[in-house]
C-alpha cells in the first residue's frame, strides 16, 4: 500500500506468532520489488478483547514507536476487509484511534505530543524545547543548527526554513542530523516552510527508512511546533512530495492526521525461501 506515496507494507501476522525480524525485514527491502519504508505488522490482540497490537518496522530493521500514514494504509485495509470504518489499535506508544470516512480520506488519532526534553528524548536538558541548538559542525546552511523538537511517539525535529525546502541537500545532512549525539533514539529530521498559517511545506528523511515521499508523524510534528512557537494555526495543510495531508492539535491536546491511503497489490511471503507471490493487483 502507499499513503500518498510513503511506501507501506501491511503484513497480516494475525493468528501467528511470527515477528519480522531485522534480517527479515532487510532482505524484503533488498528486494526491488518490495522496497518498502516501513512494514506495518498486524498481530493478534495481546490480551483477550483488547485491539489488534501494531508493530512499526522501518526499513533499516529498526522499531519505531508510531507511523500516521502506516496507520491510514492499516485502517483501509481492515475497513476493505471487515466493512466498517473505526478501528481501535494498540502500539507500543499507546492506543490509537483510526475511521475511513465516506470520502474515501482516512483519519488517525495520532495521541498528544510531548516536549519535554527526556520525553523525545533529548541526550541533553532544555528547558525550552520550541528551539534547541545543535552543534553539527561545518553545515552549510545556519538554519539547520536550531529545529523544534517534539515527540509523536517517535522523536522528531522540524527545521524551520523560510526559502524552498527543495534547495536544501537533505539527502546529504539528514543522515549526519538522524545520528547526532543529541538524539539518543536517532531523529526524524524535517525541514518546514510556512507559506501561511494554515499551510506549511515539508520534507522528511525519516529515521530508518531515508528520504520518503511522506511522512505523517513528521507532518503532526511541524504543525504542533509550529503552533507552539505561534508560526501556524493549530490546523494546517502539510504538503509534502507525495500530496497533502491534513493535521489538527485538537483543544484535548490530541492531534489528528488526514489524507488517503492506497491498495498497490496483495501477495504472500514464503518464509522458507523469501520468495513472494502477487495474488492480487490494484
Ligand atoms: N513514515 C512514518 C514514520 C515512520 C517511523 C519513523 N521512520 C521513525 O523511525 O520514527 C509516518 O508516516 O509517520
Redesign the pocket.
Known amino acids: 500500500m502507499n ?1 500518498l506515496g ?1 511506501q507501506i507494507i501491511v503484513a497480516d501476522l494475525r493468528g501467528t506468532t511470527a515477528r519480522v525480524t531485522p534480517e527479515a525485514a532487510i532482505a524484503i527491502n533488498a528486494r526491488p520489488e518490495t522496497r518498502f ?2 512494514i506495518m505488522a498486524i498481530h493478534d490482540p495481546k490480551t483477550p478483547d483488547t485491539a489488534n497490537y501494531i508493530e ?1 518496522i ?1 526499513s533499516d530493521g ?1 522499531r ?7 496507520m491510514r494504509c492499516v485502517v483501509q485495509a481492515l475497513s476493505a476487509e471487515q466493512g466498517r470504518q473505526r478501528f481501535t489499535f494498540e502500539t507500543v506508544a499507546g492506543i490509537l484511534f483510526g475511521e475511513e470516512a465516506d470520502t474515501g480520506l482516512i483519519t488517525v488519532d495520532m495521541g498528544t505530543p510531548k516536549f519535554a526534553w527526556y520525553d523525545i528524548p533529548l541526550n541533553e536538558e532544555f528547558a525550552d524545547t520550541r528551539q534547541v541548538e545543535l552543534q553539527i559542525g561545518p553545515i552549510d546552511a545556519p538554519v539547520l543548527h536550531s529545529p523544534s523538537v517534539a515527540s509523536m511517539g ?2 522528531h525535529a522540524t527545521f524551520w526554513v523560510k526559502d524552498d525546502v527543495w534547495s536544501y541537500a537533505l539527502d546529504r545532512f539528514g543522515p549526519l542530523l538522524e545520528n547526532h549525539p543529541l538524539f539518543p533514539e ?1 531523529a ?1 529530521i524535517s525541514i518546514a516552510q510556512v507559506l501561511t498559517p494554515d499551510r506549511i511545506i515539508l520534507r522528511t528523511w ?4 531515508g528520504l ?1 515521499e ?5 507532518a503532526c510534528a511541524a504543525l504542533v511546533n509550529g503552533a507552539r512557537t505561534r508560526r501556524t494555526a493549530r490546523k494546517a495543510t502539510v504538503t509534502v512530495p507525495g500530496g497533502d495531508l491534513v493535521v489538527e492539535w485538537l483543544p484535548d491536546d490530541h492531534v489528528t492526521l488526514t489524507g488517503p491511503a492506497e491498495f498497490e497489490w496483495r501477495g504472500r511471503l514464503d518464509p522458507a525461501t523469501g520468495a513472494w507471490t502477487r495474488s492480487e493487483a490494484a
Not at 519505531?64 to 502506516?70: K, L, M, T
Not at 525519516?206 to 527508512?209: D, I, K, L, P
Open positions: 499513503g510513503n519504508d516501513q512499526i522501518n529498526s519505531a514507536q508510531a507511523c500516521g500514514n502506516g517517535n522523536p536517532r526524524n525519516e529515521r530508518g527508512a520518503t511522506a511522512c505523517g508523524t513528521a
